[in-house]
């Protein structure tokens, strides 16, 4: 079963930066949008972060102009880089992959399916 790793997550000062990677531990096909979530204490997992097959990319308002997503087709690998961090941003990072299932075992239409990876924790300081 292929998970998701991630990794680059850490403690940061107010106004540091972090940059978050997250990788399949095996081969991945048909690959749609990759995106961030977070979950901070006592709140509800929200979307960071999301980029599209070709590139495009959406923002939650809170972290526009402070967060880049990006991707490495090549290797599956999705990206976050943090700037300007602030208190909070603090909060448990989880990366997640959609991907298409296609060909006799899923019909005419196909299915989908979603990894999660296992989370990183990301801290700012005031």
């Known amino acids: 079963q292929v998970q998701l790793v991630e990794s680059g997550g850490g403690l940061v000062q107010a106004g540091g930066s972090l940059r978050l990677a997250c990788a399949p531990s095996?081969?991945?096909?048909?690959?749609?949008?990759m995106a961030w979530y977070r979950q901070a204490p006592g709140k509800e997992r929200e979307l960071v972060a999301k980029?599209?097959?070709?590139?495009?990319?959406n923002y939650c308002d809170s972290v526009k102009g402070r967060f880049t997503i990006s991707r490495d087709n090549a290797k599956n690998t999705v990206y976050l880089q943090m700037d300007s961090l602030k208190p909070e941003d603090t909060g448990v990072y989880y990366c997640?992959?959609?991907?298409?299932?296609?060909?006799?075992?899923?019909?005419?239409?196909?299915?989908?399916?979603?990894?999660w990876g296992q989370g990183t924790q990301v801290t700012v300081s005031s």
């Open positions: 997640n992959v959609n991907i298409d299932l296609v060909g006799s075992d899923y019909g005419v239409w196909g299915s989908e399916y979603t990894y």
């Open positions: 980029i599209f097959s070709g590139g495009n990319a």
């Open positions: 095996g081969t991945i096909f048909n690959i749609n949008h």
